[in-house]
């Protein structure tokens, strides 16, 4: 009996998208018994349960219409975008080139599984890859172009393909990354350092691993600009997060990041004279963590985060052997409720700041005490759009209204619900950095090692 109240909760929950349960047991991969309660379970459980997502997908559309409208009405799509029907409409005039992203379908998939085309092949002389292990591991299977030079649309599909995010949460990551350093009007991005194959329309494309926008101190397994390439894999680094993880049953999880983010909070305040924790600072650290745990674990067995599911994106840049991705859309608000947690469950309060030299730690004044799931949410919005002016390359930052065109267009909707107070344009500092990323000096990555 108590197989068949599992797997009736299971077939009840897992609607929104093929259920991963299912489609272990259509696969004749669950034992007999477990199969047939399945079976039973979905036959009595389904309609009622398509019938209440269908409602809840019509109540979300028409929300989105009319969320749509109000945005025209304002005047906040000048060149297109907006969000109907689940879907973003596309850009006209000067964003007239720019891809949008498309919904891909969801479900337990194996990836690459035996789909030729997505083999592993090790990078070419001329391909760029940079301090995105996912992103890295998109190229060297061909879920993006192989050389590391992509665009909005296709790395935002790809993430959901490869990762099984959702469309919202990719949508967002792939835009940041586009502003942190490519070429708004193609949507051209290196996924690395700046790269004569990305046009520089509106002023140089300085690459998305550019410091300051996206690019940040603290990160999981990149040494900190101040101290050198901040795109490269650093073992070391890596290493001491596998040591942490240690602690924690070899899990890759909350625990584990929740120390780790104040061990490299403290040492790089204590260090690195220019340690510069802002607004997004906070929002790239907190996520990167806990996307760690909810995208890299086998979707067979989604919550166990470890060594053999997480290394091979590391230190191989590829999929573990065998990998199912995640059978659920992660979405903005999954991820602000990720946060939230991350910080209520950090050891100490890390504080937005920047150093200004050694023992002068300025803060921010932001208060991150206890931040609630939706505030959460909302913070990732406010990283993007109050911080956008001060933070932007020179040649976004002087094209404000193209970038606003485009962040109304292209992110905002996803956020209408959260009703964030975004929007004033109110920049914590200004740095607008006019230095280039770097990428990776070589690209072949084995175990941990660069192959140059
Ligand atoms: C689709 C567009 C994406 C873009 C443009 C992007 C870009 C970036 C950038 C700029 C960083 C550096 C952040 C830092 O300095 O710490 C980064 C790091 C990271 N990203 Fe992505 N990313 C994308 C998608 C994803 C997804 C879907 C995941 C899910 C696992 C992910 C996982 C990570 C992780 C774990 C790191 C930390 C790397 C480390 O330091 O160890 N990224 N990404
Ligand atoms: C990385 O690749 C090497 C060479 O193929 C392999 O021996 C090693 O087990 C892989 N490491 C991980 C963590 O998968
Ligand atoms: C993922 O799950 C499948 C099905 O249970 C299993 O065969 C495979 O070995 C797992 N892969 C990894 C890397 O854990
Ligand atoms: C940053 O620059 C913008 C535009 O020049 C200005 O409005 C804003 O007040 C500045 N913010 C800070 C904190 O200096």
Not at 305 to 327: G, H, I, K, L, Q
Request: hydrophobic share 40%.
């Amino acid at each position: 009996m108590k197989s068949f109240t599992i797997a009736l909760s299971l077939a009840a929950t897992a609607m929104a998208s093929p259920c991963p349960y299912g489609q272990l047991a259509e696969r004749g991969a669950l034992p007999e018994t477990e199969a047939k309660n399945f079976f039973v379970a979905r036959a009595e459980g389904e309609a009622a349960v398509e019938q209440q997502m269908a409602a809840v997908k019509r109540a979300e559309h028409e929300a989105q219409a009319k969320y749509y409208k109000r945005q025209l009405d304002l005047g906040e799509l000048p060149l297109g975008g907006g969000l109907l029907d689940g879907v973003l409409q596309s850009f006209s005039g000067a964003l007239e080139l720019l891809d949008v992203p498309t919904p891909q379908p969801f479900g337990l998939q194996e990836i690459p599984g035996d789909d030729k085309a997505h083999r592993y092949i090790k990078p070419k002389k001329s391909a760029v890859r940079g301090m995105c292990p996912t992103l890295n591991t998109m190229a060297n299977h061909g879920y993006i172009d192989r050389s590391g030079i992509t665009t909005f649309a296709e790395a935002a599909n790809a993430c959901q393909i490869t990762l099984g995010f959702g469309y919202d949460t990719c949508v967002f990551l792939s835009a940041l990354g586009l502003l942190a350093g490519g070429d708004l009007p193609t949507g051209k991005y290196s996924i690395g350092g700046a790269d004569a194959r990305v046009p520089n329309t509106l002023g140089p494309s300085l690459g998305i691993s550019r410091h300051g926008f996206f690019e940040v101190d603290n990160s999981i397994s990149r040494i900190d600009s101040y101290f050198g390439n901040q795109a490269d894999f650093n073992l070391d680094r890596f290493n001491r997060l596998v040591s942490i993880a240690d602690k924690y049953n070899g899990q890759f999880g909350n625990s584990a990041f929740a120390e780790e983010r104040v061990l490299l909070y403290n040492e790089a305040k204590n260090n690195n004279p220019q340690f510069n924790a802002g607004v997004r600072w906070l929002a790239v650290t907190t996520a990167e963590r806990v996307f760690i745990f909810r995208a890299l674990p086998n979707g067979t067995d989604e919550t166990n985060a470890n060594y053999a599911n997480v290394a091979p994106f590391y230190v191989n840049e590829t999929f573990p052997r065998d990998w199912f991705r995640r059978s659920t859309p992660y979405s903005l608000a999954n991820t602000g409720t990720d946060i939230a947690t991350l910080l209520a469950t950090s050891g100490e309060l890390t504080v937005p700041g920047t150093n200004e030299g050694l023992n002068n730690f300025v803060p921010l004044g932001l208060d991150i005490g206890a931040l609630s799931p939706q505030e959460a949410t909302c913070f990732l919005a406010q990283a993007v759009f109050d911080e956008t002016p001060g933070f932007l390359a020179p040649a976004l930052a002087d094209n404000i209204d193209l970038v606003n065109a485009f962040l109304n267009g292209a992110l905002k909707p996803f956020f209408a619900s959260f009703n964030c107070a975004i929007g004033d344009n109110t920049p914590f500092a200004n740095e607008t950095s006019t230095l280039a990323g770097p990428s990776v000096e070589c690209n072949v990555l084995v175990n941990g090692v660069y192959q140059c």
